[in-house]
């Protein structure tokens, strides 16, 4: 069984362009997470999608981070200026819901702002 | 508010040491842990967990007890091989306030040499 994709694995851009991060979680998983893991840091969640629905963004930077998952299946974060402070690893994981089953985690896009 | 509290790193051991790293956690109520094992390039993979105090996770020879009297979920494993480098993350998640938030420690690096 394929595991949680991420794309692309590494980028480079220059601050104040945009950027987006596409995941495709694993298959009949209906919850959907995205994480940022500072260097050095464990990740910290940034949004939570039960279905199409965001349910849990109270830690996404709404001023220049937007996140959708379009019928319910995979996802895109986009951030649109990207700042210095943004480079990180983002993480992607699913879960079969959010009763506490184990989240799975794809190999993350690590980010870095010129 | 949550949070998750790993011993400082990196730790660097012989083949066939023992090993320890030591988390600490402070949130209220009765939060499920859990350890998380991070090897290069790859994902975060579930290593254990424990959902209730007194309770001990176990797997690959790893184990940690969940103790509520000391708010500690402490790694050990007897005997390390060099295939067990990698980052070592203890998280815990805490399902009537926060949904299945995780909210991870630090991260602890582990370096094995043969």
């Known amino acids: 069984e394929a595991g949680v994709v991420q794309s692309p694995r590494y980028k480079i851009i220059e601050k104040k362009q945009p950027v987006a991060f596409w995941c495709n979680p694993i298959?009949?998983?209906?919850?959907l997470y995205w994480y940022r893991q500072n260097l050095g840091q464990g990740p910290e969640l940034l949004i939570r999608?039960?279905?199409?629905?965001?349910?849990?963004d109270s830690q996404l930077p709404k001023d220049r981070f937007s996140a959708e998952r379009l019928k319910g299946v995979d996802s895109t974060l986009k951030i649109q200026p990207a700042e210095l402070g943004d480079s990180a690893v983002y993480l992607c994981?699913?879960?079969?819901?959010?009763?506490?089953?184990?989240?799975?985690f794809g190999p993350g896009t690590r980010l870095t702002v010129l | 508010g949550d949070s998750v509290t790993q011993m400082e790193g990196p730790v660097t051991l012989s083949e066939e040491a023992f090993l320890t790293i030591n988390c600490t956690y402070t949130?209220?109520?009765?939060?499920?842990l859990f350890w998380y094992v991070q090897y290069p390039g790859e994902g975060l993979q579930l290593l254990l967990k424990?959902?209730?105090?007194?309770d001990k996770g176990s797997n690959k020879g790893f184990e940690a007890t969940y103790r509520k009297e000391t708010t500690s979920f402490h790694l050990e494993k007897g005997s390390v091989q060099v295939s067990d480098s990698a980052v070592y993350f203890c998280?815990?998640?805490?399902?009537?306030?926060?949904?299945?938030?995780?909210?991870f420690g630090e991260g602890t690096q582990l370096t094995v040499n043969p």
């Open positions: 994981a699913s879960s079969l819901d959010s009763g506490g089953n184990e989240q799975f």
């Open positions: 424990a959902t209730k105090a007194d």
């Open positions: 998280a815990l998640q805490r399902e009537e306030t926060s949904g299945s938030r995780l909210t």
């Open positions: 298959s009949g998983h209906n919850t």
């Open positions: 949130a209220t109520g009765y939060p499920s």
């Open positions: 999608y039960e279905n199409e629905e965001a349910v849990d």
